[in-house]
C-alpha cells in the first residue's frame, strides 16, 4: 500500500511539472521574450569569429545561433564598427558583405587591439559639418595654364653684311618693318675692290678667249685657271651668277653692284642710311621670318611630370578673342629659374598671315597631358599638409575615424594621387577633417597629462572599477566623509594636515583626496589606503 502511495504521488508531481514547463502560458511568454528581443547578427557556435547577417549553416552542419542586442549591450564590450576579414581596410558602420570576397564583414569592438582611430559623439559630428566621401581608383588628366611670350624663331634671323668695303650709292630697303622677299634688291654698293675685281675677271675672259685659238693646250689650260680664279674672288664676295653672266656679255664692269636678300623676312633693324661708308663684316640689315614664332611658357616644377616633347598646346590672345592656335612642345629647358621656381618650355606655333603673333606679346598657354595616371586619387581639401607630414583622416564607421599619414604623388584636376596609406574602398573626411585631427590631437594630450598611460590597469580597468563602486561603496560611506572629501578637493591648500591625533586616508593615484575615514575615493573607486 505504501508504495502505491509514493508512485501515485510521484505520478501527480510528473504531471505537475509537465503542465508548467509545456504550457501555452510559459511557450507564450517564451515567445513575447524572443520577440522583444532583437537580433544583430548570427555567428557559428564553435568559431564565434564567424558571423553573418542572415540564418546560415557552419561548415561542420551546425546552424548560425542569433546574438540579441541585449546580449550586446548587457556585456563589457560593444561593437564600433565592422571590418572585412580580409580586408581590414575596409570598414563599415553596420553588418554587411565585403565587395571584394565576399565574406561577412567582422565586428570591430571597442577597446579591442583590432580597434583604431578615436570616436567622435554623433552630435559632435553633426556640429562639425563632417561630410566623408569614397575612395577610388580615378584616371588622373592634368591642363597646365601658364602665361607665354613670343620671340622669334631664332633659326629665322638673318644678318646682311658685306664682305667688302665701300660707299652705299642707292638704298631699297629704307625703312624698317619692310617685308622683303628672297632675292629682291636691298641697296647698290660702290667698291674700289669690287671694281678692280670686275677688271680682273674681263681681263681673264678676254685672255682666255684668245688662247681658244692658240693650239698649245697648256696656254689653254693656264687660261681656263686664270678666268675660274677670278670668277671664283666674285663669287665669294657673294656677286649673283646673273652679274657675272651679264658682266661676260657687255664686257663692261660696273660701278656699282646690287646687293640682295638672300632670305625672306621683315627688317626687324636697319644700321645703315644712304651714303654710308661700311666696312668688311658690319652688319647691316636684321632679317626676320615670322612665318613661325617660338613662344616661351613659364612651368612650376611640380606640373614638369606631365610635360613632354612633342606634346600639343593651346595658344590664346586676349586681344583674338575666341581664337585658339595650335603649338608644340619643341624643347624643355634643363634649368630652373632661380627666383620663380619655374621651367622654360618653348612652344613653336605657325603664324597667320597676317602676322596675328607679333614678337613680345604675351600670351595665355593651356597644355592638356595625353599622360594619364589610374591610381587611388583622394580630393587636394581632404589632406591635411602640415610641411613634415601628410595626414588624412578615414572614417571607419559608427563615429570612429582615423587619421592616418599617407605618401602623396602627382596633383591633377582637383586630386591627388596616394601612393601609400589608403586602399581603395575606404571612406575619407573631406570636410572639417582639420577638427577631428584636432580633436585627435587634444584626446592624447590630456591621456598624457592625467598619466593613464602610466597606470598599469588602463583606462578600462579603471572605469570598470569605478562602476563595480559606483552604487555600492558610495552607500557604505557616510555623508559626512564625501562632504569632507569634496571640501579637500577644492581646498588644495589644507590637503596635506592631519586632523589632532587622527588617522588620515589617501588615494594612491590622486593624492590630493584625503579622508579621515577609510573608504573609496570619490574620482575613481579605489580603496583608499591609510597615509604614511
Request: charge should be negative.
Given at each position: 500500500?505504501?508504495?502505491?502511495?509514493?508512485?501515485?504521488?510521484?505520478?501527480?508531481?510528473?504531471?505537475?511539472?509537465?503542465?508548467?514547463?509545456?504550457?501555452?502560458?510559459?511557450?507564450?511568454?517564451?515567445?513575447?521574450?524572443?520577440?522583444?528581443?532583437?537580433?544583430?547578427?548570427?555567428?557559428?557556435?564553435?568559431?564565434?569569429?564567424?558571423?553573418?547577417?542572415?540564418?546560415?549553416?557552419?561548415?561542420?552542419?551546425?546552424?548560425?545561433?542569433?546574438?540579441?542586442?541585449?546580449?550586446?549591450?548587457?556585456?563589457?564590450?560593444?561593437?564600433?564598427?565592422?571590418?572585412?576579414?580580409?580586408?581590414?581596410?575596409?570598414?563599415?558602420?553596420?553588418?554587411?558583405?565585403?565587395?571584394?570576397?565576399?565574406?561577412?564583414?567582422?565586428?570591430?569592438?571597442?577597446?579591442?587591439?583590432?580597434?583604431?582611430?578615436?570616436?567622435?559623439?554623433?552630435?559632435?559630428?553633426?556640429?562639425?559639418?563632417?561630410?566623408?566621401?569614397?575612395?577610388?581608383?580615378?584616371?588622373?588628366?592634368?591642363?597646365?595654364?601658364?602665361?607665354?611670350?613670343?620671340?622669334?624663331?631664332?633659326?629665322?634671323?638673318?644678318?646682311?653684311?658685306?664682305?667688302?668695303?665701300?660707299?652705299?650709292?642707292?638704298?631699297?630697303?629704307?625703312?624698317?618693318?619692310?617685308?622683303?622677299?628672297?632675292?629682291?634688291?636691298?641697296?647698290?654698293?660702290?667698291?674700289?675692290?669690287?671694281?678692280?675685281?670686275?677688271?680682273?675677271?674681263?681681263?681673264?675672259?678676254?685672255?682666255?678667249?684668245?688662247?681658244?685659238?692658240?693650239?698649245?693646250?697648256?696656254?689653254?689650260?693656264?687660261?681656263?685657271?686664270?678666268?675660274?680664279?677670278a670668277k671664283r674672288k666674285l663669287m665669294y664676295w657673294d656677286i649673283p651668277e646673273s652679274d657675272i653672266a651679264e658682266l661676260e656679255k657687255t664686257g663692261k664692269f660696273k660701278k656699282t653692284m646690287t646687293i640682295y636678300s638672300p632670305f625672306e623676312g621683315i627688317v626687324m633693324e636697319k644700321m645703315v642710311v644712304k651714303g654710308q661708308n661700311v666696312m668688311t663684316g658690319m652688319e647691316?640689315?636684321?632679317?626676320?621670318?615670322?612665318?613661325?614664332?617660338?613662344?616661351?611658357?613659364?612651368?612650376?616644377?611640380?606640373?614638369?611630370?606631365?610635360?613632354?616633347?612633342?606634346?600639343?598646346?593651346?595658344?590664346?590672345?586676349?586681344?583674338?578673342?575666341?581664337?585658339?592656335?595650335?603649338?608644340?612642345?619643341?624643347?624643355?629647358?634643363?634649368?630652373?629659374?632661380?627666383?620663380?621656381?619655374?621651367?622654360?618650355?618653348?612652344?613653336?606655333?605657325?603664324?597667320?598671315?597676317?602676322?596675328?603673333?607679333?614678337?613680345?606679346?604675351?600670351?595665355?598657354?593651356?597644355?592638356?597631358?595625353?599622360?594619364?595616371?589610374?591610381?587611388?586619387?583622394?580630393?587636394?581639401?581632404?589632406?591635411?599638409?602640415?610641411?613634415?607630414?601628410?595626414?588624412?583622416?578615414?572614417?571607419?564607421?559608427?563615429?570612429?575615424?582615423?587619421?592616418?599619414?599617407?605618401?602623396?604623388?602627382?596633383?591633377?584636376?582637383?586630386?591627388?594621387?596616394?601612393?601609400?596609406?589608403?586602399?581603395?574602398?575606404?571612406?575619407?573626411?573631406?570636410?572639417?577633417?582639420?577638427?577631428?585631427?584636432?580633436?585627435?590631437?587634444?584626446?592624447?594630450?590630456?591621456?598624457?597629462?592625467?598619466?593613464?598611460?602610466?597606470?598599469?590597469?588602463?583606462?578600462?580597468?579603471?572605469?570598470?572599477?569605478?562602476?563595480?563602486?559606483?552604487?555600492?561603496?558610495?552607500?557604505?560611506?557616510?555623508?559626512?566623509?564625501?562632504?569632507?572629501?569634496?571640501?579637500?578637493?577644492?581646498?588644495?591648500?589644507?590637503?596635506?594636515?592631519?586632523?589632532?591625533?587622527?588617522?588620515?586616508?589617501?588615494?594612491?593615484?590622486?593624492?590630493?583626496?584625503?579622508?579621515?575615514?577609510?573608504?573609496?575615493?570619490?574620482?575613481?573607486?579605489?580603496?583608499?589606503?591609510q597615509k604614511k
Open positions: 500500500m505504501k508504495i502505491i502511495s509514493i508512485a501515485f504521488i510521484s505520478i501527480v508531481v510528473g504531471l505537475g511539472v509537465g503542465w508548467i514547463i509545456f504550457s501555452p502560458v510559459s511557450q507564450e511568454s517564451s515567445a513575447v521574450t524572443n520577440a522583444e528581443r532583437k537580433i544583430m547578427y548570427y555567428r557559428d557556435p564553435m568559431n564565434p569569429q564567424n558571423t553573418s547577417v542572415t540564418p546560415r549553416k557552419a561548415p561542420d552542419g551546425m546552424d548560425y545561433v542569433p546574438v540579441y542586442e541585449e546580449a550586446s549591450t548587457a556585456g563589457e564590450k560593444k561593437i564600433a564598427y565592422y571590418h572585412d576579414p580580409m580586408h581590414p581596410w575596409f570598414t563599415s558602420d553596420k553588418p554587411g558583405k565585403a565587395p571584394d570576397c565576399g565574406m561577412d564583414l567582422v565586428p570591430v569592438y571597442e577597446g579591442g587591439s583590432d580597434a583604431k582611430g578615436i570616436k567622435i559623439d554623433p552630435r559632435t559630428i553633426q556640429n562639425m559639418g563632417v561630410k566623408t566621401e569614397p575612395v577610388s581608383i580615378q584616371t588622373l588628366t592634368k591642363e597646365i595654364r601658364a602665361v607665354g611670350k613670343i620671340d622669334f624663331d631664332e633659326t629665322r634671323v638673318y644678318n646682311v653684311n658685306t664682305k667688302y668695303m665701300g660707299w652705299i650709292e642707292k638704298l631699297y630697303a629704307d625703312y624698317t618693318g619692310k617685308f622683303i622677299k628672297k632675292g629682291e634688291a636691298l641697296m647698290e654698293l660702290y667698291s674700289p675692290d669690287l671694281v678692280n675685281a670686275q677688271q680682273e675677271y674681263l681681263q681673264a675672259y678676254g685672255y682666255k678667249q684668245q688662247m681658244e685659238q692658240s693650239s698649245l693646250d697648256e696656254m689653254k689650260k693656264s687660261s681656263s685657271t686664270l678666268l675660274q680664279s647691316m640689315f636684321k632679317i626676320v621670318d615670322l612665318s613661325t614664332v617660338w613662344i616661351y611658357a613659364e612651368i612650376y616644377q611640380f606640373e614638369l611630370p606631365w610635360i613632354k616633347l612633342n606634346q600639343d598646346a593651346e595658344i590664346e590672345l586676349s586681344y583674338y578673342p575666341g581664337k585658339a592656335m595650335k603649338g608644340k612642345i619643341t624643347y624643355i629647358y634643363p634649368n630652373l629659374n632661380m627666383e620663380s621656381r619655374t621651367a622654360r618650355v618653348r612652344i613653336e606655333v605657325k603664324n597667320t598671315e597676317a602676322i596675328t603673333l607679333k614678337p613680345e606679346m604675351f600670351v595665355t598657354v593651356k597644355i592638356k597631358s595625353p599622360i594619364s595616371v589610374k591610381t587611388i586619387a583622394v580630393p587636394e581639401q581632404a589632406i591635411i599638409r602640415s610641411g613634415e607630414r601628410n595626414i588624412a583622416v578615414i572614417a571607419l564607421g559608427g563615429g570612429f575615424f582615423d587619421p592616418r599619414e599617407v605618401k602623396l604623388g602627382v596633383t591633377a584636376a582637383g586630386y591627388v594621387q596616394v601612393l601609400e596609406g589608403i586602399h581603395d574602398g575606404e571612406s575619407i573626411v573631406v570636410s572639417s577633417q582639420f577638427l577631428i585631427d584636432s580633436e585627435s590631437n587634444l584626446k592624447a594630450a590630456i591621456s598624457q597629462m592625467s598619466g593613464k598611460t602610466e597606470i598599469d590597469t588602463g583606462h578600462a580597468a579603471m572605469q570598470t572599477k569605478m562602476d563595480e563602486h559606483k552604487g555600492h561603496n558610495m552607500k557604505d560611506s557616510s555623508a559626512t566623509s564625501v562632504k569632507e572629501n569634496m571640501e579637500s578637493m577644492h581646498n588644495h591648500g589644507d590637503m596635506e594636515k592631519k586632523s589632532d591625533g587622527k588617522q588620515t586616508y589617501t588615494c594612491e593615484m590622486h593624492p590630493e583626496v584625503i579622508s579621515d575615514k577609510p573608504g573609496d575615493c570619490p574620482k575613481c573607486g579605489m580603496k583608499l589606503r
